[in-house]
């Protein structure tokens, strides 16, 4: 195949080429195929039909290490990813007394805090860009979401850091595991592993999460059922603003794409990294190519109920692949 030319097309003036692609073979028979290259305007979000692996980082080395992350939220105005360890604390000889981890892009370690004093096992974490409020979910005792306000100081693990709550029990989800935030529509989306459901909550007319009337608050919660779409025991979820669309962890080797109604879309194949026990997932910019997008994905590995000393926790970066042809 011979290429030849450049140029560029212009919207109004030339906003269609026609490319004829003319192929010869070693036996000499010829193939002839005509392609229409578009200036597409306004056109809507292509739905993802790949990932590629880009890294995988061990966060059972960083120092404390995390041997379970369960969680994994970008905080976009830090530029950094911050993991919920829900069973470090479950594990004497690797606690530290932290449990929330911070990493950048490319795998390295920038840090850790702690969520003890409210939450001993988040499960989950999730991120509003609005005001900078973390939600964590805690699939223990009573089964709450935990919403932080970071205060005045605008910083994490500060004395004047807010914390308020509200039961997912009290509307039927025991395991809340995996959570994000629609900063479109102003809502939380939970996933519960055992129950298999997406819970959609609605903060209400007071504009705050605290829970749905028969707990006191005005929260709004809608549901729909994951596992009729073939999504078993959902661990992470993540909101895609750009596509209007949810990641779901579905199995070790697929992310299902769903509508916020509950409309399958997909799966993305991550048979690739490996997983284990794939978790949480975080949407955010690419450690090779920071204009493009990346799901970074969660991996519990071995349970600690079955091996106490076990620290195999990763994290893997999982490039979305881009057509650039419309």
Do not use: C
């Amino acid at each position: 195949i011979t290429r030849s030319g450049t140029g560029a097309l212009d919207a109004e003036l030339e906003p269609s080429i026609t490319l004829t692609v003319t192929a010869t073979s070693t036996d000499g028979s010829v193939a002839t195929q005509d392609y229409s290259v578009s200036v597409v305007d306004s056109a809507p979000p292509q739905i993802p039909t790949s990932v590629s692996l880009v890294r995988t980082t061990l966060a059972s080395a960083w120092s404390p290490p995390s041997p379970d992350p369960s969680g994994i939220a970008y905080i976009a105005h830090l530029g950094v990813l911050m993991i919920s360890d829900g069973e470090v604390n479950e594990m004497p000889n690797l606690f530290t007394g932290d449990n929330l981890f911070m990493m950048n892009p490319n795998g390295s370690f920038a840090g850790s805090l702690t969520a003890f004093h409210f939450s001993d096992e988040p499960t989950g974490v999730a991120y509003n860009p609005n005001n900078w409020h973390l939600f964590f979910t805690d699939d223990t005792g009573t089964r709450s979401v935990y919403e932080l306000d970071p205060g005045p100081d605008k910083r994490y693990g500060t004395s004047d850091d807010v914390v308020t709550s509200f039961k997912t029990s009290a509307y039927g989800s025991k395991d809340p595991e995996g959570i994000t935030y629609d900063a479109n529509r102003g809502v939380l989306y939970i996933a519960d592993g055992a129950g298999g459901r997406i819970y959609t909550i609605d903060p209400g007319a007071n504009g705050k999460f605290d829970g749905v009337a028969s707990a006191g608050g005005d929260d709004i919660v809608t549901s729909f059922d994951a596992e009729a779409l073939g999504i078993r025991d959902p661990e992470g979820i993540e909101y895609d603003p750009g596509r209007d669309i949810l990641y779901v962890t579905s199995t070790r080797n697929s992310i299902a794409m769903v509508t916020p109604t509950g409309e399958l879309l997909g799966f993305l194949d991550i048979s690739e990294a490996g997983a284990r026990n794939p978790a949480g997932l975080a949407l955010a910019p690419s450690s090779i190519d920071p204009t493009q997008m990346s799901l970074y994905l969660v991996d519990r590995g071995v349970d600690n109920d079955s091996n106490p000393n076990e620290n195999d926790g990763k994290v893997y970066e999982l490039i979305i692949d881009q057509w650039l042809i419309a």
